[in-house]
């Protein structure tokens, strides 16, 4: 039977059907369980999730001409520059505005824009494992980890977090530049990292942090030769030619950013406290697992647990320590690429984690510019994710070429992977496309009967409906109605906002409505506000 499955394996069109087949698998599991057969379901919930469909739709008006401003998206009315609350998804917005322009509607864009981001983040990895120069098996089987682990899923409800594509050719571009000490590589690592600050904030100071690590680092270990080619006026002036072109690149995105934080001001430590980590939130797992199910009860009693689920899977997991295990036994003494890996990988965890007493490392990082901003340090294990990957194949590489030489180990390993990021499809976070735009729907009709009832020009909506439903949901759901109406909303929401704003997404009544207002010097009739019940 061995043999049989032995020369399975050497067959030459195996290692492609064994990716294409890795590929299906994951894109099956993961997005294809979450939108569903009947195409209905949305990753994530009916807040923050709908929330980045408005931004990205938002985008795509603005592109088309539908509407003059792209950082005062029409909501939170009067409020402008809104868009700076949060993540803009400038990164991925042509992917959206592609199926927008072929007449896909707003959902369904987003539904495809989420199934296009899943498959681009599996390919890039692929590729990347490729140029590393692992073989097609071992490649398919990081990429997989990487595009569809646990650890992604447990963002799902964060989508603004699901386009990773850029990470690995950020630090793969960064460890070739200290091995060539070629500029140019130094370039595409910035470049790629300016890339995913456009995808996403959060994802861009994270993976710059980790970024910063890794360059320290390979400094430290290479400070000679670093130094000597510093001194070269040649090198010197690429290097600074790299930075000065990403900072520019990245000027336009930031300076919006900056001028909302100086006028808002910056989120407290103590407000960080909660959310630091500790070693027991790298074992909590998310949804239900297949295998890991036992692990839920450490979720219990956890502040904030659902961005606290970083555990990464029993095969990272397990070759992190067996790593580890080698190196303080003095078994391995090389400090090439997987000691920088592994040691970037302890470093940036040790700077998030409570030492007591609310005390971390961060506390000292928030000083620097972007960071102050940051609560849900726990995303940092995204950028984490892919290191530890990289080393996870080190170890195989050499584990398979010193003792193995049945390519069938990589089929118990692909289905061990498989095995090991699944979770119940029950357990995925998602929503009814068809559910939510008939309540929107709902709205649009109500607008539609109140504004044939009012003699006034109508300038923007409020919806304020007697209701205790989610107000998260329901301030969503009056801002993309209006959206669609192409008509600016009172309605909104995001994490930080104007203080007198506070009251009126979290309770959506006349009072704190006219309170509001008031505070923007408005009146409903005179400034055409349009109420909705």
């Known amino acids: 039977m061995n043999q049989k499955i032995v020369k399975f394996m050497n067959m030459k069109w195996i290692p492609v059907f064994f990716v294409c087949s890795l590929f299906f698998v994951g894109m099956y599991l993961l997005p294809g369980r979450i939108l569903g057969s009947d195409f209905d ?29 792209y950082w005062s998206a029409p909501f939170m009315y009067p409020d402008e520059r809104t868009l700076t609350y949060s993540d803009n998804l400038l990164g991925t917005l042509p992917l959206y505005i592609f199926f927008r322009l072929l007449s896909f509607d707003r959902e369904t864009s987003f539904q495809l824009w ?11 990895a692929f590729l990347c494992f490729k140029k590393l120069k692992f073989n097609l098996y071992l490649s398919a089987i990081g990429a997989y980890i990487f595009a569809f682990s646990l650890t992604f899923i447990a963002q799902i409800g964060h989508v603004q977090m699901i386009a990773i594509f850029c990470i690995p050719w950020i630090f793969y571009y960064l460890i070739r530049f200290f091995n060539s000490w070629d500029a140019k590589h130094l370039g595409f690592s910035f470049l790629g990292l300016v890339w995913l600050f456009y995808c996403g904030m959060y994802l861009g100071f994270l993976t710059a942090l980790l970024v910063s690590i890794v360059f320290i680092l390979n400094t430290l270990l290479k400070f000679n030769t670093f130094k000597n080619k510093l001194s070269q006026k040649l090198f010197l002036r690429q290097i600074c030619l790299c930075i000065l072109l990403s900072v520019l690149i990245l000027i336009p995105l930031i300076i919006p950013y900056f001028q909302r934080a100086t006028s808002t001001g910056y989120k407290d430590y103590k407000d960080v406290i909660p959310l630091l980590l500790t070693f027991r939130n790298f074992l909590m797992p998310t949804g239900e697992p297949w295998i890991w199910r036992k692990l839920i009860v450490l979720n219990q009693d956890v502040p904030f647990a659902w961005e606290k689920q970083l555990w990464c899977g029993g095969l990272l997991f397990g070759f992190f320590f067996y790593y580890l295990l080698k190196r303080f036994t003095g ?13 970037s990988l302890i470093v940036s965890i040790l700077i998030f984690v409570n030492r007591g007493l609310g005390f971390s490392f961060f506390k000292y990082i928030r000083h620097l510019p972007g960071y102050s901003s940051m609560k849900p340090i726990g995303r940092i294990i995204i950028p984490q994710l892919f290191l530890m990957i990289w080393v996870l194949l080190y170890i195989l590489r050499a584990i398979m070429i010193k003792y193995y ?7 118990v390993l692909a289905c061990f992977a498989i095995l090991d990021h699944g979770i119940t499809a029950k357990s995925m976070l998602r929503y009814s496309k068809s559910t939510s735009q008939q309540r929107i729907n709902e709205i649009i009709k109500k607008i539609g009967v109140h504004s044939d009832s009012t003699n006034h020009q109508i300038k923007a909506i409020a919806y304020i409906p007697n209701s205790t439903e989610n107000p998260v949901h329901i301030q969503i ?9 192409m008509t600016p909303s009172v309605n909104g929401y995001s994490s930080t906002c104007q203080t007198d704003f506070g009251p009126f997404w979290e309770n959506h009544d006349s009072v704190t409505l006219l309170r509001w207002l008031n505070a923007n010097k408005l009146e409903v009739e005179r400034d055409g506000i349009l109420l909705v019940k």
């Open 405 to 411: 030489k049945h390519k069938w180990i990589y089929l």
């Open 331 to 343: 078994k391995w003494h090389s400090k090439g690429i997987s000691f920088i890996l592994i040691s």
């Open 114 to 124: 989420f199934l296009l981001i899943c498959a681009l983040n599996f390919i890039s």
């Open 477 to 485: 759901e009056g801002a993309l109605a209006a959206q669609q109406l």
């Open 41 to 69: 379901g949305v990753p994530g919930d009916f807040g923050d999730a709908r929330l980045n469909n408005f931004f990205l739709e938002h985008g795509y008006q603005y592109f088309t001409g539908k509407t003059s401003s």
